[in-house]
């Protein structure tokens, strides 16, 4: 039997849109609508307009970037580099977050979509602690690609502006999830939460890693190994991609490309624990959207919700 070694995937960025085709009698939930990066396609990404305008066109639920200030303040922010989307550069963490509300976070955006900003308007990237705030009520996962963050301070203060609940919101801790391609990241949550009872505990989603692993043992070998302990559990993965994959043999390793894609085989064999919550990345046509609603996703993430606004209320 084959022996797939998933952490040695080199992931491609491009999708494919076809997927293995899912029985008639797969459930027809609707899924949530998550606004990638608060749509990054709409609006200057990790802003508070573009979350807004989200919300307006009708999202569910948001998904912002964190990185860590250099006063230690979650702020909203994706790349590495300043100077890839804001007229300022350098590092995120060479800034503090007093500074960064100062930056031009539609810079990129407004030259890119050729838009003249109005005299006096100003987009600024954000605090955590205030986008949660401006948002009293609204369901947020919360991604975090700071760098150069060491894994446990980025923890401490995420978890004091989560604890940070105002008199007027929703709890924060109960609005939020966590998730990180950075497995570091989520072990020094786990780390934090050990302090806290459970109704003050970080949520998060499961690793990148073993959701893959997974999802390729079980569309590539037929493995079901999930555990069915009924434990809430998310995760977060593309609906389709691109991977290579690295056999192990008695004489040396094979290499080969294949499609990784969720079907019914894989959605169902996640669903054994009855609690699992399964959320498809890269969703961006209708073909992918009803694929996703086929299958049962619990959440499909765009990048466009005022496109989705209307491919949803063609789907009805």
């Known amino acids: 039997m084959r022996n797939y070694i998933m ?8 999708c494919v849109t076809n997927a293995n085709s899912a029985s008639s009698t797969a459930p ?6 998550i606004a990638h990066r608060g749509g990054t396609a709409d609006a200057p990404e990790n802003t508070i307009p573009a979350i807004k305008k989200a919300l307006a066109n009708g999202a569910d639920a948001i998904w912002i970037t ?58 600024g990237i954000p605090t955590l602690d205030n986008v949660l705030k401006t948002f009293p009520k609204t369901q947020f996962y919360l991604d975090i690609k700071s760098p150069d963050a060491d894994p446990v301070t980025l923890a401490k203060a995420l978890k004091k502006t989560l604890d940070a609940t105002s008199k007027n919101e929703e709890n924060r801790l109960s609005r939020t999830r966590v998730y990180s391609t950075d497995d570091n990241y989520l072990t020094a949550l786990d ?26 043992n079980i569309t590539m070998d037929h493995k079901c190994e999930l555990p069915a302990d009924n434990k809430e559990r998310w995760y977060g993965l593309e609906l389709h991609r691109k991977v290579e994959v690295v056999e192990k043999y008695t004489l040396g390793e094979g290499r080969s490309n294949a499609i990784l894609s969720w079907d019914k085989e894989a959605v169902d064999c996640f ?16 073909e992918d959207y009803h694929k996703a609603k086929e299958l049962g996703a619990n959440g499909v993430m765009v990048d466009s919700p005022a496109k989705f606004k209307k491919i949803i209320h063609d789907n009805k």
């Open 7 to 14: 952490a040695t995937l080199l992931l491609s960025a491009s």
């Open 28 to 33: 027809q939930q609707t899924p949530q609508i």
């Open 66 to 123: 964190i990185q860590l200030s250099k006063d230690n303040i979650p702020v909203l922010y994706r790349p590495s580099e300043l100077q890839e989307l804001t007229d300022k550069s350098g590092k995120v963490s060479s800034y503090t977050a007093q500074q960064l509300a100062q930056a031009d976070a539609s810079f990129k955006y407004n030259k890119t979509h050729n838009i003249q900003p109005k005299t006096g308007s100003h987009i």
């Open 191 to 216: 780390k934090v939460n050990e302090s806290s009872d459970a109704a003050h505990k970080i949520q998060r989603f499961e690793s990148r890693d073993f959701t893959r692993t997974q999802l390729a």
């Open 271 to 286: 669903r054994k624990n009855t609690n699992a919550h399964i959320i498809f990345f890269g969703i961006n046509t209708p």
